[in-house]
C-alpha cells in the first residue's frame, strides 16, 4: 500500500515521457529462458558491503531525473537505513517518482519508521505480503518471501547484490558486532539494466496488488473493457514484455558480457539453479562457492562431486559464525559426503558471512541474494548476476582468497557425519526441509 504520493506538480515530466535506453533483444528474451542469457556492452562494478554500496547507491538516487525503484528483503531504521531513505526522501520531494517495496517479514519491526519518513514526503512505499499475526506465516504462500537486494535509477543504472539495507555490524538477531558482516553488490550499466527494471516493476506491482485487490476487481467490473483490463493487469504482475523479438543479444565480450537471472514462483523457478549447474560442469580448473546457507540439492551435490572427481578445485566457504544454528546443522550434515569426494570446506571466522558469491575457472562469476538451499533455490524471490568476464572474476577471486586466508578448513577428522548420530543428525535436517516445503506447496524430490 503506498504511504504517500508525490503531488502531481512536483513528478517530473521527464518521469512520464523518457523511454528506457534498453537492448531490445535482451529485454524481449531473457524472460523467456531458463536459464542466464547473456549480453556484452556492460560495465559491472564490485562493491564491498553496505559502506561501499549505500554510498554509491546515494550518490545516484541524489542525481536521479525521473524514477528510482528499489526492492529489498531488510529496510532497517538504523543510520545506514536513515542514510538511504534520506536520499528517497530528497529526490521524491524534487519531483522523481520514488518506489519503494519491502518484504513484510523482513522489514517487519520497521515498518512504522519506514511509513513515519515516507508518508509525506511522496516516496510509496509496498509491503510484500505482509505478516500480521505469526500464525499467518503457516499459509503457504507466506513462506515464499521476497529476498531480492536490487535498485534502479533512471532505467540506466542498477544495484543488485545480497546487501539488505541495514548497518553491516548490525544483526536483527545477535545485535552490533565488531566486525562487519561479509557480503557483496554489484553496479551494473548496460543492457542487464532492462531486466533488472522489469523485474522491480513486477515485483511492485505484485506487492501492492497484493494489497488493493478489491479495488482492482471493482475497477475491473466497472471497467467498460474488462477483457483489456484483465490483460493489462496480467502483464504488470509478470515480468512477461509486450512484444516478442527473435533477435539475439549482442555477443560483444567488452566491456562485459552479463546476465540477469531471477528466481520467482511464475516461469523462472529453476533458472538461477540450472545456471549455476551449467558453469559448474564446465568448470575446469577451479569452483569457489560463498553461500551463508548451504544445503543443495542431489543434482547440485552431485555436480560439485563430479567437478572435484575430475580434477577440479572445489573450494566452499561457509559459515563459522552461526547466526541460525540450525542453517549450521544442515550444511554440517553435509560435510563427510563432500569431503570424501575431494571438496575443501572452510568456515568463516571473523564474522557473519552473508555474500552469495561464486566464481568458476577463470572467466565466470556471480554475485546476488540466492543461497543456495531450499528457500533460495525453490521458495525465495531472488536476484543474481552471472559475469563472464576475466577482469571481474580475478577482482572477485581476491576477495575470496583474502576471506579464505582468515578462515579454517574443515577436516574429515574432525567430522561427526559417519556413524547412527550422524545418520539421525542428516535424517533430522532432510526430515524438517521436507516438512518445511510440503508446508510451502513444494512437492517432490530435493
Known amino acids: 500500500?503506498?504511504?504517500?504520493?508525490?503531488?502531481?506538480?512536483?513528478?517530473?515530466?521527464?518521469?512520464?515521457?523518457?523511454?528506457?535506453?534498453?537492448?531490445?533483444?535482451?529485454?524481449?528474451?531473457?524472460?523467456?529462458?531458463?536459464?542466464?542469457?547473456?549480453?556484452?556492452?556492460n560495465d559491472v562494478k564490485l562493491l564491498r558491503g553496505g559502506n561501499e554500496l549505500f554510498p554509491a547507491m546515494c550518490e545516484a538516487i541524489a542525481a536521479a531525473r525521473s524514477e528510482v525503484w528499489l526492492a529489498t528483503y531488510i529496510f532497517h531504521d538504523d543510520d545506514a537505513g536513515r542514510l538511504v531513505a534520506d536520499a528517497l526522501i530528497a529526490a521524491a520531494l524534487r519531483g522523481v517518482r520514488v518506489r519503494v517495496v519491502v518484504d513484510g517479514f523482513g522489514s517487519k519491526a520497521s515498518l512504522p519508521a519506514l511509513?513515519?519518513?515516507?508518508?509525506?514526503?511522496?516516496?510509496?512505499?509496498?509491503?510484500?505480503?505482509?505478516?500480521?499475526?505469526?500464525?499467518?506465516?503457516?499459509?503457504?504462500?507466506?513462506?515464499?518471501?521476497?529476498?531480492?537486494?536490487?535498485?534502479?535509477?533512471?532505467?540506466?543504472?542498477?544495484?543488485?547484490?545480497?546487501?539488505?539495507?541495514?548497518?553491516?555490524?548490525?544483526?536483527?538477531?545477535?545485535?552490533?558486532?565488531?566486525?562487519?558482516?561479509?557480503?557483496?553488490?554489484?553496479?551494473?550499466?548496460?543492457?542487464?539494466?532492462?531486466?533488472?527494471?522489469?523485474?522491480?516493476?513486477?515485483?511492485?506491482?505484485?506487492a501492492t496488488f497484493g494489497h488493493d485487490w478489491p479495488e482492482e476487481v471493482r475497477a475491473l467490473a466497472r471497467s467498460s473493457e474488462p477483457v483489456t483490463r484483465v490483460r493489462d493487469l496480467l502483464r504488470r504482475l509478470r515480468i512477461t514484455p509486450p512484444l516478442k523479438s527473435q533477435l539475439a543479444c549482442s555477443d560483444a565480450d567488452r566491456p562485459m558480457r552479463a546476465a540477469f537471472?531471477?528466481?520467482?514462483?511464475?516461469?523462472?523457478?529453476?533458472?538461477?539453479?540450472?545456471?549455476?549447474?551449467?558453469?559448474?560442469?564446465?568448470?575446469?580448473?577451479?569452483?569457489?562457492?560463498?553461500s551463508p546457507y548451504f544445503y543443495p540439492g542431489h543434482m547440485f551435490r552431485r555436480t560439485l562431486r563430479d567437478a572435484a572427481r575430475r580434477g577440479v578445485q572445489v573450494r566452499l566457504l561457509l559459515q563459522g559464525k552461526l547466526d541460525y544454528r540450525i542453517a549450521g546443522l544442515a550444511a554440517q550434515v553435509l560435510y563427510d559426503e563432500l569431503l570424501r569426494h575431494g571438496v575443501h570446506i572452510h568456515e568463516y571466522m571473523p564474522a557473519f558471512l552473508h555474500a552469495k558469491i561464486a566464481l568458476v575457472d577463470d572467466d565466470w562469476a556471480t554475485v546476488g541474494s540466492s543461497n543456495i538451499d531450499p528457500l533460495s533455490l525453490l521458495l525465495n524471490l531472488e536476484a543474481n548476476v552471472m559475469v563472464r568476464d576475466r577482469d571481474f572474476t580475478r577482482e572477485l577471486a581476491a576477495e575470496f582468497d583474502a576471506a579464505i586466508a582468515v578462515s579454517r578448513e574443515v577436516q574429515a577428522v574432525h567430522v561427526r557425519g559417519r556413524g547412527f548420530w550422524g545418520?539421525?543428525?542428516?535424517?533430522?535436517?532432510?526430515?524438517?526441509a521436507h516438512v518445511y516445503l510440503r508446508v510451502a506447496g513444494i512437492t517432490g524430490r530435493y
Open 115 to 206: 511509513y513515519q519518513w515516507f508518508a509525506d514526503a511522496g516516496v510509496e512505499l509496498s509491503v510484500f505480503r505482509p505478516v500480521r499475526r505469526w500464525w499467518s506465516l503457516l499459509q503457504p504462500g507466506q513462506l515464499r518471501r521476497l529476498h531480492q537486494k536490487i535498485c534502479v535509477v533512471d532505467h540506466g543504472l542498477g544495484f543488485v547484490g545480497g546487501i539488505n539495507v541495514i548497518d553491516d555490524c548490525n544483526d536483527l538477531n545477535h545485535g552490533h558486532s565488531d566486525q562487519p558482516r561479509l557480503d557483496f553488490a554489484v553496479a551494473v550499466r548496460g543492457p542487464v539494466v532492462g531486466p533488472v527494471q522489469q523485474t522491480v516493476s513486477a515485483i511492485w506491482t505484485r
Open 1 to 41: 500500500m503506498s504511504a504517500g504520493s508525490p503531488p502531481s506538480g512536483r513528478r517530473s515530466r521527464r518521469a512520464r515521457d523518457d523511454g528506457p535506453p534498453y537492448n531490445s533483444a535482451l529485454l524481449h528474451n531473457w524472460y523467456d529462458h531458463p536459464r542466464a542469457l547473456f549480453c556484452g556492452g
Open 261 to 290: 537471472v531471477v528466481r520467482d514462483n511464475l516461469r523462472q523457478r529453476r533458472a538461477i539453479e540450472r545456471s549455476y549447474i551449467d558453469a559448474l560442469r564446465r568448470a575446469r580448473t577451479r569452483i569457489d562457492l560463498v
Open 423 to 432: 545418520a539421525l543428525r542428516r535424517g533430522f535436517v532432510a526430515w524438517g
